[in-house]
Structure formats: structure tokens, C-alpha cells
């Protein structure tokens, strides 16, 4: 167990006095990671529908961050592939690829343009989009079905994340994991506090996307690791899970209507 003295020097920069000697992969001039997963199966790739014709809800930024909260309860309302789209452009959306060096610009902020996440959907309830598991492909905003899981159903996901039942009603589940070499191959020994930081700008979108089309949702930190990483057969080393997220639809009505002792105790 990580004793507190540790756990301090990994938020600390105290690292960065390191910068200058360290020899990381990048000034070895080592090829970089590729900026996504390779697609196996062309043919499979579902297109996403185009953002520009997409008419966001809620387009009043003040108001959209004034209403964020965490929401873990949903009314059962499907999303639509419009609204998927957006909630997906918003959270890992690549606006431009910089250079030779896989560093690109997205929706959310990365340290050094390395973005070392994937993610992944496992899908309930949304309008022409069969239940099952996707990954997101942000070179074409498009998504990949993974065949090889049956459907996961909301007590699959309960079960996993430690009995915590927020995901009943809930449309879809966002999964981020994490391919670390991404940011090591630029920061060595300093990509762990870089990744945490990126993926506290990565869940806040999603709050605020969400927010804006009408859907709340709940960050998940806690959950089974080996379990989570199975489900979406990854490595647990090269590649494993981070970060999840449900999102579904909520009663706008009641969206500032909340009981302050709940909320007060577990509001993230």
C-alpha cells in the first residue's frame, strides 16, 4: 500500500525539476504511439451523423454550468444517435493532428496533445443503435461494435462497480481507459500526474455535454479492475480502465430539485 508521502510526490511537480535530464522515448527520437487503436474491420465502422446539423438544447454556457450536477437516477428515455454523437465529439472529439508525432488537439485539453484514452460505450438504450459494446473512433467520429461480449446488461454493470446501482435506466455508459505509453512516450516518469489531470477534463465534459442536451450523468472511479478491464477484453497492463461514466435521461424539472443532505454527502 502506497504509504501518503508517496501518494503526495505523484500530484506534486516536484518531477518537472527532472525535466531537463530526463531521456524519454520522444528525445531518444523513438517513433510515437499511434493516436488510436488500429480498426480491424473497416466494414464494421457505424458513421456518426454530422455535427453541424445537430441543435443543441441548452446552448447558454452560464446555465449549462450553473445546472451540472451528478445524477444517478434516469428516467429510462432513450438518447438519440445525434445526441451519442455530440456527447462523444465533446469528450474526445479531434479537432486537428499536429505534426508527425501523433499529437493532436481534441474537445478536451491533453498534456502535450498525447490524449492516452480510448473509449469505449456500452449501449442500452439508444435510438437505432442495437444494446451492446462499442469503441469510439475519433479519426472519423465513428463507432466500432465489439461482437465478441455478449450484451452487458445494467446488473452486469452494477456488479462490476462495486454494487453501486446508478446505472439502472441509464442509456449508456461511457468507458474510458487508458493506453499510458501515449503520454510516457513524451514525459517518462511524469506521465501518471499528467493522465490523472486529463481525465478530470475528460469527465467534465461529459457532465456539461450532457447538461446541454437534457441527460445527466455520474462519474465512477470505484469499480473492479481486472472485471472492468475483462468486459472489454483489455490487456491490464498496455491498455485498462480509468475512468466510467452513465449518462440517461433526467427530469429537467427537477434538475435543481435535489434533497441537500444527499447532496451535500456524495455530490462529486
Known amino acids: 500500500m502506497l504509504k501518503m508521502d508517496e501518494l503526495r510526490k505523484i500530484l506534486k511537480a516536484d518531477k518537472w525539476l527532472e525535466w531537463e ?29 454530422d455535427l453541424e446539423k445537430f441543435q443543441i ?11 451540472r450536477r ?35 488537439l481534441r474537445t478536451v485539453p491533453s498534456g502535450g496533445g498525447r490524449h492516452p484514452f480510448e473509449t469505449y460505450l456500452v ?4 435510438k437505432d443503435l442495437p444494446a451492446g459494446i462499442y469503441r469510439y473512433i475519433p479519426l472519423s467520429h465513428a463507432l466500432l461494435p465489439l461482437q465478441q461480449k455478449q450484451n452487458v446488461t ?7 462497480c462495486r454494487n453501486q446501482p446508478y446505472f439502472r435506466d441509464a442509456s449508456v455508459v461511457f468507458v474510458w481507459s487508458c493506453i499510458p505509453y501515449r503520454t510516457f512516450w513524451r514525459y517518462s516518469d511524469l506521465a ?5 489531470q486529463d481525465s478530470g477534463h475528460l469527465c467534465q465534459n461529459l ?21 472492468m478491464d475483462n468486459m472489454l ?22 434538475i435543481l430539485d435535489h434533497d441537500d443532505v444527499f447532496h451535500k454527502k456524495y455530490s462529486t
Open 21 to 49: 535530464t530526463l531521456r524519454t522515448h520522444q528525445k531518444q527520437k523513438k517513433d510515437p504511439p499511434p493516436l488510436q487503436k488500429p480498426v480491424e474491420d473497416e466494414s464494421k465502422i457505424i458513421s456518426l451523423p
Open 57 to 67: 438544447r441548452e446552448n447558454n454556457l452560464a446555465a449549462i454550468i450553473s445546472a
Open 70 to 104: 451528478s445524477h444517478r437516477k434516469f428516467t429510462g428515455g432513450a438518447l438519440s444517435l445525434d445526441e451519442l454523437g455530440f456527447l462523444l465529439w465533446s469528450t474526445q472529439g479531434i479537432q486537428k493532428v499536429v505534426g508527425n508525432q501523433g499529437a493532436n
Open 123 to 126: 449501449v442500452f438504450n439508444v
Open 154 to 160: 445494467t446488473t452486469d454493470m452494477k456488479n462490476v
Open 192 to 196: 501518471t500526474k499528467v493522465i490523472a
Open 207 to 227: 457532465y456539461l455535454a450532457s447538461t446541454a442536451i437534457g441527460a445527466g450523468t455520474c462519474a465512477i472511479g470505484a469499480y473492479y479492475q481486472e472485471e
Open 233 to 254: 477484453d483489455l490487456d491490464g497492463e498496455e491498455e485498462f480502465v480509468i475512468y466510467l461514466a452513465p449518462v440517461g435521461r433526467i427530469d429537467m424539472t427537477k
